[in-house]
């Protein structure tokens, strides 16, 4: 009680008796989430309003005659005529490590009901990206532990690297296995006590999904003890548009502490075609007018100013985006689609065809592709993974010709058989990312041949007993390859060693 | 409907335009367009006469500054506001006094969109809300 006292007296004594000038106006209208205001005069572009009842609003259309704001709360309690005033302030979100394993809403509201959430700064939802000269290039891997993204697909800290497909392809599949992998290395890294090491926090941001498919991938991290390294901004179907509008930018402005204070973050968005969609809603009840496919002239800059703000900085840190992309029917050439493909750093992309086919994760390495690249990769990636994409793509030309007879030549036959293992080698179960070092000892056997004699369909079954084999029996290895990133002549002695010792006990 | 709502504001606008003689509203003005929308009914001659209305009213309230006040107020006093918020907005203003015991003490002005809040009703509603 004595507490609450002396807050009392400490708001006491900063009240000033200063006469205080507000700028007001009245509700004219109230419908859709959108309120017309007549007066605020010196309101600005996405300024803060504060409605009767605590509702806030962002004004967003400045017109000469009304003002047209986004209603950010219960419309429901407000009415025409009721008084509107301007707060001076752009719309700010609560920002810092007290977010980590929290939910909360889009204007950083807990949602999860754990308490208030001890935050002590925040940061403007909307920010001006970070400029040319203040950038440092993508050097640093961002290992998702999907190994046909790690090896030929590789993520760099800061870049935008957008994960495209239909639905049911498996798209929020990657990003999370993303986020729990990043969430296993923390906790070897911190407890290595690695002076040097950078621990990567996660921010996952739902944007009109179902409540049902957000709890269900809470649920997901938390079992994988990823939470507590976890952002969780949920915006979802049931949340007015304006909220799931904001949402990302929220979810940026908590990424964006961590970059400016010397740390790595990684932020998902899931996904921007619902954004487009509430951005479009808003703009048509806006009156604003509209374009292609309905949506609003500057649809490109709603996502293009939100992704360049993931950048790596020099001297600080980095905020790494996976923004999702649900196409329809696998065309990628559509509207917002090709808009965030011309923004990102590349894009991985999923086919149903392949899902189907049991192919999972049914990444298509023909279309995906990192426009960082092996600037990305660690050494010993690219030792073992350098020639995948091109044997894989030898695999995919030679796999149409064979359909047509069974007249081939040795040589043929080898690259076909190759590359149906290679195939094989690279499906992974849903959350079970695969440590770096693991795949490097994975990648290794395959090129060395140590599959060839395998039959194609015991591959998956020789992967998985030779993961287990090295995990249980060969840490130490691992452990060198992880801190020595690079094979060397004795780590590919020893690595050879190991597998000659795994091979008999496997009954393939 | 759309270009119907713009051909009202824009008759409004015109309107209102009209209404002013050397850059203040004038009354014989107002009743000369008046007489007008009476005599020759616009299409939408309702919502016209309301979207003028708003604009006359917005216009009548930043001349006009109404000064809610707990307890006596000299006119003194409202006149040195009057005079002070005339040069602060470059144009002459008018104090009205209201009275509003739920003030409690103190002032509150409002002059068109501003208000400025000087009563302790306005001070202990902004306490309230920060505690």
């Not at chain 1, 302030?89 to 999860?112: C, E, F, I, M, Q």
């Not at chain 1, 400016?260 to 996904?271: K, S, T």
């Not at chain 1, 840190?317 to 649900?326: F, Q, R, V």
Request: hydrophobic content about 45%; proline content about 4%.
């Amino acid at each position: 009680m004595s507490s609450v006292l002396e807050q009392i007296e400490q708001q006491i004594a900063q009240l000033s008796t200063k006469a205080v000038k507000k700028n007001t106006g009245h509700i004219r209208t109230v419908a859709d989430g959108v309120a017309r205001i007549d007066g605020l005069s010196d309101v600005m572009y996405n300024e803060m309003v504060q409605f009767p009842g605590g509702v806030i609003g962002i004004a967003l259309n400045l017109e000469e005659d009304e003002v047209g704001c986004v209603v950010l709360g219960d419309i429901s309690k407000l009415k025409e005529g009721d008084e509107v005033q301007t707060t001076g302030k752009l719309l700010s979100v609560p920002v810092g490590k007290a977010l980590l394993g929290r939910a909360v809403d889009a204007l950083g509201n807990p949602v999860d009901g754990k308490g208030p959430i001890a935050a002590t700064e925040t940061n403007p939802v909307e920010k001006i990206a970070p400029g040319i000269i203040v950038r440092k290039s993508v050097s640093q891997p961002l290992f998702t532990g999907i190994m046909a993204i790690d090896s030929m697909i590789p993520i760099g800290r800061g870049q935008r690297e957008l994960i495209i497909g239909d639905r049911g392809t498996g798209k929020t599949t990657i990003a999370i296995d993303t986020i729990i992998n990043q969430a296993k290395i923390n906790k070897v890294g911190l407890a290595s006590g690695d002076p040097k090491f950078r621990p990567v926090y996660s921010i996952y941001v739902a944007i009109g999904q179902k409540n049902s498919n957000i709890v269900r991938t809470i649920a997901a991290l938390e079992a994988a003890g990823a939470l507590e390294y976890t952002i969780i901004v949920s915006a979802p179907a049931a949340d007015n548009p304006a909220n799931q509008y904001l949402a990302p930018y929220s979810g940026a402005a908590m990424g964006e502490w961590f970059m400016e204070n010397g740390m790595d973050a990684l932020i998902v968005y899931d996904d921007l075609s619902k954004h487009a969609v509430a951005y479009r809603q808003i703009s048509l009840i806006l009156k604003r007018p509209s374009g292609r496919e309905a949506y609003p002239g500057d649809v490109f800059y709603l996502h293009s100013r939100l992704l360049e703000r993931s950048a790596r900085l020099e001297g600080k840190g980095s905020l790494t985006a996976l923004p999702i992309i649900e196409t329809l029917a696998g065309d990628v050439s559509a509207y917002i689609p090709t808009n965030v493909i011309s923004i990102t750093d590349g894009q991985i992309f999923l086919e149903t065809d392949l899902f189907n086919q049991g192919i999972r994760p049914a990444v298509s390495v023909g279309l995906s592709v990192s426009r960082v690249g092996s600037a990305a990769q660690i050494k010993a990636t690219k030792q073992v993974g350098g020639k995948l994409k091109g044997e894989l793509a030898q695999f995919r030309e030679l796999a149409a010709f064979a359909q047509f007879g069974s007249d081939l030549d040795a040589k043929t036959k080898a690259q076909l058989e190759r590359g149906a293992r290679i195939v094989e080698l690279f499906k992974q179960p849903a959350f079970n990312p695969i440590p770096i070092e693991l795949q490097v000892a994975v990648l290794f056997a395959m090129q060395k041949n140590y599959f060839d004699a395998i039959d194609t369909k015991q591959v998956v079954a020789a992967a998985n007993s030779l993961k287990e084999f090295f995990t249980t029996r060969k840490d130490a290895l691992l452990t060198e390859i992880r801190t020595k990133a690079a094979l060397d002549k004795d780590l590919e002695a020893k690595l050879q060693a190991a597998l000659e010792e795994w091979k008999p006990t496997f009954n393939g | 409907m759309a270009s119907a709502k713009k051909q009202i504001t824009q008759l409004a606008k015109q309107f209102y335009k009209l209404s002013f003689e050397n850059g203040v509203l004038s009354a014989d003005r107002v009743s000369g367009v008046l007489a007008y929308i009476e005599k020759h009914r616009p299409a939408h001659t309702l919502a016209v006469l309301q979207a003028y209305h708003r604009l006359v009213a917005a216009e009548v309230a930043r001349g006009q500054a109404v000064i809610e006040h707990a307890g006596p107020a000299d006119q003194a006093s409202l006149d040195a506001i009057a005079a002070a918020l005339s040069k602060k907005y470059g144009r002459p203003v008018t104090a009205t006094a209201k009275r509003n015991d739920a003030l409690l003490a103190g002032l509150r002005v409002r002059v068109g969109d501003d208000v400025y809040e000087s009563s302790v009703a306005g001070q202990l509603a902004v306490l309230g809300a920060a505690v």
